[in-house]
């Protein structure tokens, strides 16, 4: 083979690797600006994926509130005042009610009692039950 051909070969496998990059790169580079324009606005349309490693929520969006945010608080202050907020967190919600009615018995009676249960075996051991698995 001759130098001529050879340097021919060259050419063609070095083309042919080379010309898928550059078909790849068909759109000119983004400026930094334009990325971030892009972002806020699938943001603002709620097609964000959020961070971390769950799967994208399916949460509709919702639509325009129609009470103003002082009616909003107004309303959580209300809510807070009777007892009717429910505490974050996945622990389930106290009885508020019955938390908030005054006791009747002495702490001499209430130890007494406590005294009976431990005796009987109908104390639920801390952090195993809810209140609604007490014994009554």
């Known amino acids: 083979m001759s130098s001529k051909t050879l340097w021919m070969i ?9 010309a898928p990059t550059a ?3 068909a759109s000119a580079p983004v400026s930094r600006a334009e ?3 892009e972002t806020r606005a699938a943001e603002k349309a709620g097609k964000l994926t959020p ?9 509709p969006p919702a639509s325009a509130s129609t009470k103003t945010r002082a009616q909003r608080k107004a309303e959580t202050l209300q809510a807070r005042k009777e ?8 622990a389930p919600a106290p009885d508020i009610a019955q938390q908030k009615t005054p006791t009747t018995k002495t702490r001499a009676e209430r130890k007494a009692e406590t005294k009976a ?3 009987s075996g ?11 698995q007490v014994k009554k």
């Open 10 to 18: 060259g050419a063609v496998v070095a083309a042919s690797v080379s």
């Open 117 to 119: 249960a431990r005796k």
């Open 51 to 59: 961070a971390g490693e769950a799967a994208a929520p399916v949460i």
């Open 35 to 37: 990325v971030k324009a």
């Open 83 to 90: 007892g009717k907020l429910v505490p974050a967190g996945p």
């Open 122 to 132: 109908e104390l639920v051991p801390a952090g195993e039950g809810s209140p609604s």
């Open 23 to 25: 078909w790849g790169q």
